[in-house]
């Protein structure tokens, strides 16, 4: 048996696709599946965009390295969507460097949508072994999303099939990749 999916590609990573990939997520949501979007967002500008977009549809969750505005985060929160911020980064911690760097080649948006789900884990804000939709960006906005199972950090790799991490699908991503 096979599933055909549509994928959406963009010419150049950046802020500019973040309608777009919300289109992408609207999309999978009305699959039926999918009771939870994790969005990365550093100032909490495009969480409030996702949740605003998504409330009422499923569990918005977003997570931020930094701190998030506070009218963002309270925005966030009045829309139903639980706010994340000052989180760890997993996948910048010792001995994740060749992890990381696997997971750059597919993009900056890329990397950060499985740190975020293996972020939201960690927290307890993901059913785990759920799958969930993950969105992030490169630098600003957002330009990639993926379908993944959402799994703690600690069982990343784990020998037990159930619990490890599995991107299961890709919903959008840049074509060219932006390296620092």
């Known amino acids: 048996m096979s599933v055909v999916k549509h994928i959406t590609y963009f010419e150049e990573p950046g802020p500019e696709n973040t309608d777009a990939v919300l289109d ?9 599946d999918i009771k939870t979007v994790v969005v990365a967002s550093t100032s909490g500008e495009t969480g409030v965009k996702f949740a605003r977009a998504l409330k009422g549809l499923c569990n918005v969750v977003v997570v931020s390295h930094e701190e998030m505005r506070r009218e963002y985060k309270e925005e966030i929160s009045r ?30 948006g890329f990397k950060v949508c499985v740190e975020i789900v293996l972020i939201a884990s960690d927290l307890g804000a993901l059913n785990l072994g759920e799958n969930v939709i993950a969105v992030a960006g490169t630098d600003r906005g957002s330009d990639t999303a993926i379908v993944a199972r959402a799994c703690k ?10 619990r490890k991490l599995e991107v299961r699908e890709i919903l959008a991503m840049p074509l060219r990749k932006m390296w620092w």
């Open 153 to 162: 950090t600690s069982d990343m790799f784990s020998r037990d099939k159930s």
């Open 79 to 108: 829309l139903g969507g639980k706010p994340l911020d000052k989180t760890h980064l997993p996948l910048h911690a010792r001995g994740m460097d060749a992890v990381r760097n696997s997971f750059y080649t597919l993009g900056q």
């Open 24 to 32: 992408c997520v609207l999309g999978r949501i009305r699959e039926g």
